[in-house]
T-cell receptor, first 113, second 113 residues
Framework: GENVEQHPSTLSVQEGDSAVIKCTYS??????FPWYKQELGKRPQLIID?????GEKKDQRIAVTLNKTAKHFSLHITETQPEDSAVYFC????????????FGTGTKLQVIP | EAGVVQSPRYKIIEKKQPVAFWCNPI?????LYWYLQNLGQGPELLIR????????DSQLPKDRFSAERLKGVDSTLKIQPAELGDSAVYLC???????????FGEGSRLTVL
C-alpha cells in the first residue's frame, strides 16, 4: 500500500519568514496530493491540493510543488503569520476517483510573532 | 451546507466496556471514511464506505471493532471491548464522488481508563 513520509515533524519560524514542509510517497499510481491544516482541537481542513498533471499550484501565500519522478511534493508558505500556526498533513491518493487517502504524520508549525 | 457531524465529542470509559461513535456525513456525499488519529500523528484509515458498501476495511481490527452504514447515509463505529490502547480521536470524513476533498467531522475523543 501507499506510504507517505513527512518532514520535519516540527518547524518554528519567525513571523514573515517562509516555511517549507516536504513529503515523499511510495505508490507511483498516486495522482492526487492534498494538504490539510489542523488547528488545535479542530478538524483537518483542506488548504490546497495538486494533481499529477501539474507541477506547481499557488493560492495566495501558499504553494505546492510536485515532482512525480522523485515521488516528492512540498508545501510552501510565504510571509507566515501567527494564524498559520497549526499541524499540517500531506496526503496521497490513488487513481480511480481519489478513493484511498493516505496521510503523512504531520508537521507542527509554530509562527513566532 | 451542514458539515460532517459526529457524536459524542468526548467519551470516557473503563477498559472492557463497549463504546459507539456516530457520524452523519454531508448530504449527497457517497463516500464515508473512519480514521483513527493518535496524538501527534496523522489520520490512519480504519474503514471506507462507498454508499452502504465497506470497500476497504483492511485496517479495521475486526476482533473488537465493527462498523455499519445503513442506507448509505449515517454510520456507526463500535468498539467492544475497549482496550487502553484505543484511546485516540476517531475522525469521520465524507467525500463527493467527483472531487478529492475530504470533509472531516470534529472527531470523537475516546479515553479508556
Amino acid at each position: 500500500g501507499e506510504n507517505v513520509e513527512q518532514h520535519p515533524s516540527t518547524l518554528s519560524v519567525q513571523e514573515g519568514d517562509s516555511a517549507v514542509i516536504k513529503c515523499t510517497y511510495s505508490d507511483s499510481a498516486s495522482n492526487y496530493f492534498p494538504w490539510y491544516k489542523q488547528e488545535l482541537g479542530k478538524r483537518p481542513q483542506l488548504i490546497i491540493d495538486i494533481r499529477s498533471n501539474v507541477g506547481e499550484k499557488k493560492d495566495q501565500r501558499i504553494a505546492v510543488t510536485l515532482n512525480k519522478t522523485a515521488k516528492h511534493f512540498s508545501l510552501h508558505i510565504t510571509e507566515t503569520q501567527p494564524e498559520d500556526s497549526a499541524v499540517y498533513f500531506c496526503a496521497a491518493s490513488n487513481s480511480g476517483g481519489y478513493q484511498k487517502v493516505t496521510f503523512g504524520t504531520g508537521t507542527k508549525l509554530q509562527v513566532i510573532p | 451546507e451542514a458539515g460532517v457531524v459526529q457524536s459524542p465529542r468526548y467519551k470516557i470509559i473503563e477498559k472492557k466496556q463497549p463504546v459507539a461513535f456516530w457520524c452523519n456525513p454531508i448530504s449527497g456525499h457517497n463516500t464515508l471514511y473512519w480514521y483513527l488519529q493518535n496524538l501527534g500523528q496523522g489520520p490512519e484509515l480504519l474503514i471506507r464506505y462507498e454508499n452502504e458498501e465497506a470497500v476497504d476495511d483492511s485496517q479495521l481490527p475486526k476482533d473488537r471493532f465493527s462498523a455499519e452504514r445503513l442506507k448509505g447515509v449515517d454510520s456507526t463505529l463500535k468498539i467492544q471491548p475497549a482496550e487502553l490502547g484505543d484511546s485516540a480521536v476517531y475522525l469521520c470524513a465524507s467525500r463527493r464522488d467527483t472531487t478529492g476533498e475530504l470533509f472531516f467531522g470534529e472527531g470523537s475523543r475516546l479515553t479508556v481508563l
